[in-house]
């Protein structure tokens, strides 16, 4: 019997027969599979994830068009006339920083985000207890997160526009701590008809990342070793509208796409119920290669239920018909 990484063993020589309690919880499933089956599964995602682009096309294709009305840029006209005037009133632009001015304010003010509150008579022993988690959690958040502030600086700017923005809360391996970092609404993928982040059947972040930060991952062993090529970028419409209103160029991105999908799935091979009921896994595809970079479970090991643990935030402006949110550029 060959001995695996990870605590995994793959029995046989030639056929791979994976039984799920062989594994430690945390496992990069992925390094044990068959090809066969992670290229079915990465297909299959895939697949799915282009349905779920297309399903949002029309708040997407909103946001990208409204983005001209910030009255950032000046336009040469020649219509109706030649010499016409390309301003466009910030009327729009004014309206968001005034939002983003206060929300901040209320959302960080200078003692700190967290507030805590007992539950039941409190005592001289909560109360101590209460303090110093309060304590605890604000010096993470304001000294230890350095990212933390301006994040939702940028977030509160973004959400009144798309009507949508995300924080994702996560454990960095290359930095070695919790994180908490803005998702611009364009990168999260959700199926539009979802009702809630929570029960979403699927939600996938289009995450960019150089090589370097690839391969410091693959070293940690958070990622398989495998060969990518070049990188392929993907980009939205709205970051190409983003880029024109910015004045830079989506040239000089080298950096590789990388498809991170939140979905319950059911893996052959792993989980072995007859009913064949879907679990919550969280599947790393490159974009440009296909390839798989990892599996892992997405439920805490104590869980008999085997929830879901959530990763992301979703902040809604006014809500909308369907999952994302609408803000002032689908008003207007």
Known sequence: ?????????????????????????TANLAEVLDDDVLGELSSDLRSKFREDVESREDWEEAIAKGLGLLGINYEDRSEPFLGASGVTHPLLSEAVTQFQA????????????????????????????????????????????????????????????AGSAFKKV???????????????????????GASHIETAERVTHVMRKTKNE?????ANEFYREVELGDPQPYHSDIEKRKAEEGGYSLTDDDRYSVYEVHADIFIEGVDEDED?????????????????????????????????????????????????????????
């Not at 060959?2 to 039984?19: A, H, K, S, T």
């Not at 960095?172 to 998702?183: E, F, H, S, T, W």
Request: glycine letters at 6%; zero cysteines; charged letters at 25%.
């Open 214 to 218: 690839l391969k410091k991952l693959q």
């Open 170 to 192: 996560y454990y960095d391996p290359n930095i070695g701590r919790q994180v908490a970092l803005y998702i611009p609404a364009e990168d999260v993928v959700v199926p539009y």
């Open 102 to 161: 206060q929300a901040y304010k209320e959302m960080l003010p200078s003692g700190g985000p967290i507030k805590t509150q007992i539950l039941g008579s409190p005592t001289k022993e909560t109360e101590d207890q209460a303090q110093r988690v309060e304590d605890f959690m604000n010096y993470q958040i304001t000294h230890v997160m350095e990212e933390f502030d301006e994040e939702l600086d940028q977030m509160l700017f973004y959400l009144p526009l």
């Open 1 to 25: 019997m060959e001995q695996m990484p990870e605590g995994v063993e793959l029995i046989g020589d030639e056929e791979l027969e994976v039984e799920a309690e062989e594994y430690d919880h």
């Open 276 to 332: 064949e009921i879907a679990k919550p896994y969280v599947v790393t595809i490159e974009r440009g290669s296909n390839e798989i970079l990892s599996i892992r479970r997405n439920w805490n090991p104590d869980d008999e239920l085997m929830l879901k643990r959530q990763h992301f935030v979703h902040y809604v402006y006014v809500p909308g018909f369907g999952f994302y949110g609408l803000g002032l550029i689908h008003i207007i």
